[in-house]
């Protein structure tokens, strides 16, 4: 979880086996998505989709490096 500007949000991360990958998902203390970093297995790319028109630069970039922790490595080689 992550407090900014008086808001709380809180991320999830899953497996996404339609999409062959695994995610982070983060949703807001009212319960709607801001958005989804999303890693595949197929390509070893990661993308990020905001759901909100505006959304913190911080929060953007807690939840990528977050994502880089949680979930897998672009490069395989990398461990």
Known sequence: MIELAGRNYRATIGSDVQRDGMYLELVD????IVGEIF?????????????QPEVPVELVEWMIATARVR??????AAG
Do not use: H
């Open 39 to 51: 890693f595949s297995d197929i390509d070893g790319k990661i993308t990020v989709t905001l759901s």
């Open 29 to 32: 203390d009212r319960k709607q």
């Open 71 to 76: 979930l897998p490595p672009a490069d395989p």
